[in-house]
């Protein structure tokens, strides 16, 4: 027996190497499908994942809601602002303050800081009081109000600036 009768013959050759290469690409679809899927799994997961996240911090707590508002300088959430807090209201309230409550709280609150000059260019003093100028409340989407200086009427600040209109 030669080396040559261990060889296979070429018709025997090309049976071999297609068998290969359609193992390979077999191998190949398996693993693309396989990859695929975890892709498609791990998309999902993150999907999932961060529609709770978002839902879960989405809304500020109660207490939040009831006694906290944030005072902007102009009309425009990127704008300089602040946060107020209503000192005696109680943050770790349960039930909802009724909304006009909280809209002439926030409104007050915001007017006090107006009023003190937080948002004049010079900052706030003792001796002087500001001008106010005329406030409107929008809602966040977290549910606390945000008020804004602005002559436009309420239901239209709250839609260009892409907020909605305090409510329950």
């Known amino acids: 027996m030669t080396h040559h009768d261990l060889l296979p013959n070429d ?3 090309d049976q071999i190497k297609h068998r290969i290469l359609d193992t ?3 191998d190949d679809r398996r693993r693309t499908r396989k990859h695929r899927l975890i892709a ?3 998309a999902g997961s993150l999907a999932l994942g961060t529609t709770a996240g978002a839902v ?3 809304q500020a707590p109660q207490g939040q809601i ?3 508002a944030d005072c902007y300088a102009s009309t425009d959430l990127g704008a300089r602002h602040a946060t107020s807090a209503y000192l005696p209201g109680d943050q770790s309230a349960k039930t909802p303050t009724p909304l006009q409550q909280r809209i002439s709280l926030a409104e007050d609150m915001c007017a006090a800081t107006w009023r003190i000059g937080t ?3 010079g900052g706030s003093t003792a001796d002087q ?3 106010v100028p005329n406030l409107e409340t929008c809602q966040l989407p ?3 109000l945000a008020v804004f200086p602005s002559e436009l009427a309420a239901n239209e600040l709250c839609s260009q600036l892409g907020l909605t209109r305090p409510h329950e």
């Open 56 to 58: 879960a911090i989405a």
């Open 129 to 131: 009081d500001f001008p």
């Open 66 to 68: 009831n006694y906290v």
């Open 24 to 26: 390979i690409g077999d």
């Open 142 to 144: 977290d549910g606390r």
């Open 40 to 42: 498609l799994g791990i």
């Open 11 to 13: 018709e025997r050759f």
């Open 119 to 121: 948002f004049s260019p």
